[in-house]
């Protein structure tokens, strides 16, 4: 068997959605039932173009993490870098999330900022 790093790799660092072709519903993070319908196999991936619109934040020690809505009707949580305000278009980035220890593993991953 193939390890899941490499089973997955095409999902890594992109930004892939769930579209359900019985009731029309995209989603994220990708599923293999659609929860709206309970339909499974009638589920495909779709790669979406990583600008949406912020209809919620917060702010969690410092960093901003946002309700993101892509022009799909799909929804995401992430970390936002810069100004934001509820309503503001924003783009993803890929960005580097921390390390791990001073000699530690660089972790990277997908971030959004403001579109100017």
């Known amino acids: ?7 997955r790799i095409k999902y890594r660092y992109n930004t892939i959605t769930s579209f359900c072709e019985s009731c029309g519903s995209y989603y994220y ?24 619109t912020v209809l919620s934040y917060t702010i969690v020690n410092g960093r901003k993490i946002a309700l993101i809505e892509f022009e799909n009707g799909a929804r995401m949580l ?4 810069g100004d934001i305000e509820i309503g503001s278009k924003v783009r993803k980035v890929f960005r580097r999330y921390g390390e791990d ?9 997908t971030k959004f900022i403001p579109i100017s």
């Open 1 to 7: 068997m193939v390890p899941r790093i490499w089973r």
């Open 29 to 52: 993070p990708q599923r293999e039932i659609c929860p709206k319908c309970r339909r499974k196999g009638a589920i495909r991936d779709v790669e979406i173009d990583g600008e949406g």
């Open 78 to 81: 992430a970390e936002v870098c």
């Open 101 to 109: 220890g001073e000699d530690g593993i660089i972790y990277y991953g």
